[in-house]
């Protein structure tokens, strides 16, 4: 994958939109490697970077050249089925069938195995494994993390900027399509430090469109933001020291009773996926429920998972973790992992609802811990106002309050210093607390 050779060098490129990889292929040996990218990309500091850690640039299209030669040698090549292309596996399999009918299958060989040895007494095989590189990356250190969290601040700056606006636009009558508004969006998070680019395309959906879960809206025949209508924005960044991804669910009018208890039960969900302390080892898909159950009481549900994993400066979407219904994903979640709350509803041609924030999995100081293990739990990352109008009290818990309450708290006190004027009054107001009547 592009993002693991990315991560693997700590190297960016713009090959591909809304993901900060390039388009290169990677081999490492015992004692070094070799990328295969174009090298009219690779500035001189780059340059110096990989020279100092051993890795030799070799032309993007000479790759399948390189496996043949390594098939020849006898290698061992570890690939991973799940992700490299087809035109790498034939070439290996086609050069070790001919390196195979050449020397006979019993043909001893100098070609190192992973260990460095050199005993191993056949011909090149391939190792098809799930890339070691995956899970490494996906767990993120100290660097990564606090890019994270600093990005995380400025792009809810961004925000607050962007929902003052929208919320005076409408309210003093302007028409404005969802991708006007999607438009605008960018241009508040263009002003920020370090915007490099949106992390996907923007899902500005507005009533119906709300309940198509990735919704892009087009110029030409696209709605227009309804007041009277559920308003969905979906949306991330991509910044030098971190990648971003919210949803928020906003009614500009009066919400339905239905609408707001809709809201109410997705809330629910997202807070107790918060809250959740779980054993070391826990899969993600065992979590999953804990964000469906207030929907499952009333016999509701949605058809996607909860969460999923994101990088770090890096391709949003991101494995091996997940938070999904889907059981067959056993990777466990790992202190320092990174992955979406997301828990949502859609009426179709009527109204879409989710609520997203992103969340680092960090260890949890339990008062017990039971078979010597550590228990987990999560970080928020994600610091934006949950609109309070949306929400029936009523149905919430004390607890559940004191958690809204906290968390408008938080977002408070770690967004207002990066605001002035209007956008942070609106911080101001939109932060205050609940009670329950």
Same mark, same amino acid.
């Given at each position: 994958?592009?993002?693991?050779?990315?991560?693997?060098?700590?190297?960016?490129?713009?090959?591909?939109?809304?993901?900060?990889?390039?388009?290169?292929?990677?081999?490492?040996?015992?004692?070094?490697?070799?990328?295969?990218?174009?090298?009219?990309?690779?500035?001189?500091?780059?340059?110096?970077?990989?020279?100092?850690?051993?890795?030799?640039?070799?032309?993007?299209?000479?790759?399948?050249?390189?496996?043949?030669?390594?098939?020849?040698?006898?290698?061992?090549?570890?690939?991973?089925?799940?992700?490299?292309?087809?035109?790498?596996?034939?070439?290996?399999?086609?050069?070790?069938?001919?390196?195979?009918?050449?020397?006979?299958?019993?043909?001893?060989?100098?070609? &190192?195995?992973?260990?460095?040895?050199?005993?191993?007494?056949?011909?090149?095989?391939?190792?098809?494994?799930?890339?070691?590189?995956?899970?490494?990356?996906?767990? &993120?250190?100290?660097?990564?993390?606090?890019?994270?969290?600093?990005?995380?601040?400025?792009?809810?700056?961004?925000?607050?900027?962007?929902?003052?606006?929208?919320?005076?636009?409408?309210? &003093?009558?302007?028409?404005?399509?969802?991708?006007?508004?999607?438009?605008?969006?960018?241009?508040?998070?263009?002003?920020?430090?370090?915007?490099?680019?949106?992390?996907?395309?923007?899902?500005?959906?507005?009533?119906?469109?709300?309940?198509?879960?990735?919704?892009?809206?087009?110029?030409?025949?696209?709605?227009?933001?309804?007041?009277?209508?559920?308003?969905?924005?979906?949306?991330?960044?991509?910044?030098?020291?971190?990648?971003?991804?919210?949803?928020?669910?906003?009614?500009?009018?009066?919400?339905?009773?239905?609408?707001?208890?809709?809201?109410?039960?997705?809330?629910?969900?997202?807070?107790?996926?918060?809250?959740?302390?779980?054993?070391?080892?826990?899969?993600?898909?065992?979590?999953?429920?804990?964000?469906?159950?207030?929907?499952?009481?009333?016999?509701?549900?949605?058809?996607?998972?909860?969460?999923?994993?994101?990088?770090?400066?890096?391709?949003?979407?991101?494995?091996?973790?997940?938070?999904?219904?889907?059981?067959?994903?056993?990777?466990?979640?790992?202190?320092?992992?990174?992955?979406?709350?997301?828990?949502?509803?859609?009426?179709?041609?009527?109204?879409?609802?989710?609520?997203?924030?992103?969340?680092?999995?960090?260890?949890?100081?339990?008062?017990?811990?039971?078979?010597?293990?550590?228990?987990?739990?999560?970080?928020?990352?994600?610091?934006?106002?949950?609109?309070?109008?949306?929400?029936?009290?009523?149905?919430?818990?004390?607890?559940?309050?004191?958690?809204?309450?906290?968390?408008?708290?938080?977002?408070?006190?770690?967004?207002?210093?990066?605001?002035?004027?209007?956008?942070?009054?609106?911080?101001?107001?939109?932060?205050?607390?609940?009670?329950?009547?």
């Amino acid at each position: 994958m592009l993002d693991e050779i990315a991560w693997l060098l700590n190297l960016r490129g713009n090959d591909v939109p809304h993901s900060p990889v390039m388009y290169a292929y990677l081999i490492v040996e015992i004692d070094g490697a070799k990328l295969f990218v174009d090298e009219s990309k690779v500035t001189s500091e780059v340059m110096d970077h990989l020279r100092y850690a051993g890795i030799e640039l070799r032309p993007y299209d000479s790759i399948l050249s390189e496996v043949e030669s390594l098939a020849a040698q006898g290698a061992c090549l570890w690939l991973d089925p799940s992700s490299v292309n087809a035109a790498i596996v034939n070439t290996f399999k086609s050069s070790c069938d001919r390196c195979l009918k050449t020397n006979g299958n019993n043909s001893k060989t100098n070609a &190192k195995n992973f260990d460095g040895s050199h005993d191993r007494p056949m011909g090149p095989t391939g190792l098809y494994r799930i890339s070691p590189v995956s899970l490494s990356k996906a767990v &993120k250190n100290h660097a990564e993390l606090e890019g994270m969290r600093d990005s995380h601040l400025r792009d809810a700056a961004a925000l607050a900027q962007f929902w003052f606006w929208l919320e005076e636009e409408i309210n &003093k009558g302007m028409k404005l399509t969802e991708v006007e508004v999607a438009d605008k969006l960018l241009e508040f998070r263009l002003k920020q430090a370090g915007f490099i680019d949106t992390s996907f395309d923007t899902i500005s959906a507005s009533g119906a469109n709300g309940a198509i879960i990735h919704y892009k809206p087009e110029p030409g025949s696209c709605s227009f933001v309804d007041v009277e209508k559920l308003f969905l924005l979906d949306s991330g960044a991509q910044y030098i020291d971190g990648t971003t991804d919210i949803t928020r669910t906003v009614h500009f009018g009066e919400p339905t009773e239905r609408q707001k208890e809709c809201f109410t039960r997705v809330l629910q969900g997202h807070i107790a996926l918060d809250q959740a302390v779980f054993p070391e080892n826990t899969p993600g898909f065992v979590l999953d429920a804990f964000a469906r159950s207030s929907l499952w009481k009333i016999g509701l549900d949605y058809r996607h998972g909860t969460g999923h994993g994101v990088g770090a400066a890096l391709n949003v979407h991101e494995g091996p973790q997940s938070i999904s219904y889907r059981y067959g994903n056993l990777t466990p979640l790992q202190k320092g992992m990174i992955v979406s709350n997301e828990p949502g509803y859609y009426e179709d041609h009527s109204f879409g609802i989710r609520i997203e924030n992103l969340l680092c999995v960090n260890e949890v100081d339990t008062a017990n811990r039971f078979g010597g293990i550590e228990y987990l739990g999560f970080e928020r990352l994600t610091f934006v106002p949950i609109q309070s109008k949306m929400v029936d009290l009523s149905l919430l818990s004390i607890s559940e309050i004191d958690w809204l309450n906290g968390y408008h708290s938080q977002v408070w006190e770690k967004v207002s210093p990066l605001l002035e004027g209007s956008p942070r009054q609106w911080l101001w107001n939109n932060t205050r607390p609940l009670f329950k009547p």
